[in-house]
């Protein structure tokens, strides 16, 4: 046994603190170790200490214990391997992890950005009430040198800021989604002279609803000057988690987001062009937290740990914050209904006879187009979350193209929401 022990101890090793006054505990835990029944995870050991294991093997690092795992990679996950009909990843010895993916979703996207051969393309779906990672899909026709996609944050966030312009602004008691907005020249000018009020010039006008379905520009910035301070738009964007690091089980980069006290940076950050950066995880995150009133959940993408059948770790939900109130959530899950319904995802979600891909769905969602340059390219920016009545996934994609456009990110929602409720479908919606 003690010789088994050491082998294993090669590529496995077991970390816990020690307190000063332990040297009976360090002989108790050597008489364990010894007596321990062919098992390398120790689990006879019941002593107070956290034990956190960590094995690393075929590219894979992993590290957890009762309570929590984490799971590091030089490549992306393959999410090839399956047992029960869910993906997993098979250590020696019989230990093996199981993922919360969805396979029937992640094979869907994995095959429809390899269809449109997109330059870069990431896809996320998350549980809003859970946090299960329902798919992380990325795909790149410049190689293999681009790794990640999904986790990386250097992504401008574009018009998806939006949101955050208007949750603070109804959080703070300034608007409400029938508010009417007026300014001069079109939906997407945003000047020093259409941003600044002047009634003689300020003939058009919008409610702030409507404003986040077509994503007009200037009606954000014009919000956010008139009630907002860059103190206070900064404020919302940390509770939705930019400037933080994502409690997640794969390293994830940070989403930043910084505005100077300036009429020019509020104007424009308001409005999407901004500072700031976004991850597509992150992006799910934030359309979960809307689609789950308010509350933001961690994102978990490894379900169980287990050794020879035995269960090491079980996902548990974890509520971290509460990011916005259920009353502002929803205000902001109706505004999102208008980019679907009369908005820039109209032609996306409905056919040109005015029927709706997802009959019966509500669906909530907020677009964002950008140019970028890591990697360089036009963004196209979709999430969303459904249905909107009692929302069970919600989605973010993001469509990097160059020089010509392959697809939309909001294409590759309603291709995910297809998938998805297709095979999860509530009994009173249908699905063409």
């Given at each position: 046994?003690?010789?088994?022990?050491?082998?294993?101890?090669?590529?496995?090793?077991?970390?816990?603190?020690?307190?000063?006054?332990?040297?009976?505990?360090?002989?108790?835990?050597?008489?364990?170790?010894?007596?321990?029944?062919?098992?390398?995870?120790?689990?006879?050991?019941?002593?107070?200490?956290?034990?956190?294991?960590?094995?690393?093997?075929?590219?894979?690092?992993?590290?957890?214990?009762?309570?929590?795992?984490?799971?590091?990679?030089?490549?992306?996950?393959?999410?090839?391997?399956?047992?029960?009909?869910?993906?997993?990843?098979?250590?020696?010895?019989?230990?093996?992890?199981?993922?919360?993916?969805?396979?029937?979703?992640?094979?869907?996207?994995?095959?429809?950005?390899?269809?449109?051969?997109?330059?870069?393309?990431?896809?996320?779906?998350?549980?809003?009430?859970?946090?299960?990672?329902?798919?992380?899909?990325?795909?790149?026709?410049?190689?293999?040198?681009?790794?990640?996609?999904?986790?990386?944050?250097?992504?401008?966030?574009?018009?998806?800021?939006?949101?955050?312009?208007?949750?603070?602004?109804?959080?703070?008691?300034?608007?409400?989604?029938?508010?009417?907005?007026?300014?001069?020249?079109?939906?997407?000018?945003?000047?020093?002279?259409?941003?600044?009020?002047?009634?003689?010039?300020?003939?058009?006008?919008?409610?702030l609803a409507d404003a986040m379905g077509k994503s007009?520009?200037?009606?954000?910035?014009?919000?956010?000057?008139?009630?907002?301070?860059?103190?206070?738009?900064?404020?919302?964007?940390?509770?939705?988690?930019?400037?933080?690091?994502?409690?997640?089980?794969?390293?994830?980069?940070?989403?930043?987001?910084?505005?100077?006290?300036?009429?020019?940076?509020?104007?424009?950050?308001?409005?999407?062009?901004?500072?700031?950066?976004?991850?597509?995880?992150?992006?799910?995150?934030?359309?979960?937290?809307?689609?789950?009133?308010?509350?933001?959940?961690?994102?978990?993408?490894?379900?169980?740990?287990?050794?020879?059948?035995?269960?090491?770790?079980?996902?548990?939900?974890?509520?971290?914050?509460?990011?916005?109130?259920?009353?502002?959530?929803?205000?902001?899950?109706?505004?999102?209904?208008?980019?679907?319904?009369?908005?820039?995802?109209?032609?996306?979600?409905?056919?040109?006879?005015?029927r709706a891909y997802l009959?019966?769905?509500?669906?909530?969602?907020?677009?964002?187009?950008?140019?970028?340059?890591?990697?360089?390219?036009?963004?196209?920016?979709?999430?969303?979350?459904?249905?909107?009545?009692?929302?069970?996934?919600?989605?973010?994609?993001?469509?990097?193209?160059?020089?010509?456009?392959?697809?939309?990110?909001?294409?590759?929602?309603?291709?995910?929401?297809?998938?998805?409720?297709?095979?999860?479908?509530?009994?009173?919606?249908?699905?063409?």
């Amino acid at each position: 046994m003690e010789q088994r022990w050491r082998e294993y101890q090669k590529r496995f090793t077991w970390h816990r603190k020690i307190p000063r006054k332990t040297p009976f505990i360090l002989v108790l835990a050597a008489v364990i170790i010894s007596l321990a029944a062919g098992s390398p995870f120790l689990d006879t050991f019941d002593l107070s200490q956290k034990i956190r294991y960590t094995i690393e093997e075929n590219g894979l690092r992993l590290s957890f214990d009762e309570e929590s795992a984490r799971i590091e990679s030089e490549t992306p996950i393959l999410f090839k391997e399956k047992m029960e009909d869910k993906f997993v990843s098979n250590f020696e010895n019989g230990l093996s992890v199981t993922y919360t993916i969805d396979p029937l979703l992640q094979e869907k996207m994995t095959d429809f950005f390899a269809k449109y051969k997109v330059p870069y393309g990431a896809f996320v779906a998350i549980s809003p009430k859970t946090g299960k990672v329902l798919a992380m899909v990325e795909h790149s026709e410049k190689g293999s040198g681009d790794q990640h996609l999904a986790l990386r944050a250097t992504y401008p966030a574009a018009s998806l800021f939006k949101l955050i312009t208007a949750a603070a602004a109804i959080e703070n008691g300034k608007v409400e989604p029938e508010t009417v907005i007026r300014f001069n020249g079109g939906l997407y000018t945003l000047t020093p002279r259409n941003w600044v009020d002047n009634p003689k010039r300020d003939k058009n006008k919008i409610t702030l609803a409507d404003a986040m379905g077509k994503s007009c520009n200037v009606a954000f910035a014009k919000v956010a000057l008139k009630w907002l301070g860059a103190g206070d738009i900064l404020h919302y964007a940390e509770n939705f988690g930019f400037n933080k690091a994502l409690d997640f089980d794969l390293p994830v980069q940070m989403s930043q987001a910084s505005i100077e006290d300036t009429e020019e940076s509020i104007a424009k950050t308001a409005a999407g062009f901004g500072n700031v950066t976004l991850s597509p995880l992150h992006g799910a995150l934030i359309a979960s937290v809307i689609g789950n009133d308010g509350k933001m959940i961690a994102p978990r993408i490894i379900e169980k740990i287990s050794l020879n059948g035995r269960e090491l770790y079980n996902f548990k939900i974890k509520e971290l914050d509460t990011c916005i109130s259920t009353e502002t959530a929803g205000k902001l899950k109706y505004m999102m209904t208008k980019t679907i319904e009369s908005g820039t995802s109209r032609h996306t979600f409905y056919t040109r006879k005015g029927r709706a891909y997802l009959k019966d769905i509500t669906i909530g969602g907020k677009t964002g187009t950008l140019e970028g340059d890591n990697p360089p390219g036009d963004y196209s920016w979709f999430i969303g979350m459904a249905p909107l009545e009692d929302p069970e996934i919600a989605v973010a994609a993001l469509v990097i193209n160059q020089p010509a456009w392959q697809i939309k990110a909001s294409v590759a929602a309603r291709e995910a929401l297809l998938t998805y409720f297709k095979s999860n479908r509530p009994k009173t919606a249908s699905v063409q």
